[in-house]
């Protein structure tokens, strides 16, 4: 992709995605991903509805009526977009590749970050860590991210989500709000997500097509493994052969849900043809 090329994709993107973060998704992130620091600012009379925790005893002793304690967020955050480049990423039937919707809702969430003064970082892996950015501020820095996302090449194709989660627990010693992007056709991370989970506010996002799911009857077919890059031929009119595919896509599925939720992790679903924005939206409401 020549450059001009690229640069139109970014700035198309960017126009889409900062829309959607300045009118949707900005005051929904806020409320979701408060600041976890809280510094007291001052006290003030107690009114109806505030919390009675906060109350200062001295001072509504001294004036002989409640008055509650004032804090201030400590509003500065860091999130890590977690990016999966491995080969299957390239799957896409309907209107768009699961890359390029990746790319939209990484850029969305980057963008919302950016109006709370959020720092963004971020991790291209597939069985290794094929680049990091580290967290910085600013649309610059965004737009950066952006292009890597649309045009970055990985080395493999394969995928190991349990070696990027221990890369990001080394690298980010403070609390972070982490967004995994994957399909997770993937196995053995449920220990790593655990750890993960306990220092790091995680949440995996599955982009996947609705075509994955199951295999339609059509006959012999020539298949390639992405990941593998195996060519084999499947007999697709065998009723087990469909069966068999459709029950180890949903073992997939329940061991993604399973091992997020078991470690407090939140999950999304997205499939290509429906809305991200829906999906986010709900998602922050529910936790906000």
């Known amino acids: 992709m020549d450059t001009k090329e690229l640069l139109k994709k970014v700035r198309k993107i960017e126009i889409k995605t900062r829309r959607l973060s300045d009118h949707i998704f900005g005051g929904e992130y806020h409320s979701t991903f408060k600041g976890r620091g809280m510094t007291f600012s001052e006290v003030r009379q107690y009114q109806f509805g505030d919390d009675v925790r906060n109350i200062d005893w001295n001072v509504t002793a001294r004036y002989n009526e409640p008055f509650v304690k004032v804090f201030e967020e400590e509003r500065e955050l860091t999130m890590m977009l977690m990016v999966d480049v491995s080969g299957s990423k390239l ?52 737009l950066r991210i952006i292009r890597e996302l649309i045009e970055f090449e990985p080395e493999s194709k394969k995928t190991n989500l349990a070696e990027a989660l221990k890369f990001l627990t080394n690298v980010m010693k403070k609390k972070a709000i982490v967004f995994v992007l994957s399909d997770f056709i993937v196995d053995n991370y449920d220990h790593t997500v655990k750890i993960v989970s306990r220092k790091h506010d995680v949440t995996g996002i599955r982009v996947y097509d609705k075509l994955e799911e199951f295999i339609p009857n059509l006959g012999m077919v020539q298949m390639l493994d992405e990941e593998t890059g195996e060519l084999m031929l499947v007999n697709t009119s065998s009723k087990q052969v469909r069966r068999n595919y459709e029950k180890f896509h949903r073992e997939k599925v329940n061991y993604f849900k399973e091992s997020f939720s078991r470690s407090g992790a939140g999950t999304i679903d997205c499939r290509v043809d429906e809305s991200y924005v829906k999906k986010l939206l709900g998602y922050f409401k529910q936790r906000g």
Do not use: C, M, W
């Open 91 to 142: 799957f896409g039937t309907i209107e768009q590749f699961k890359n390029e919707v990746v790319t939209e809702i990484a850029a969305t969430l980057a963008f919302s970050a950016t109006q709370n003064n959020d720092k963004i970082g971020l991790i291209l892996f597939s069985d290794q860590v094929e680049l990091y950015i580290p967290p910085k501020k600013g649309r610059s820095h965004v």
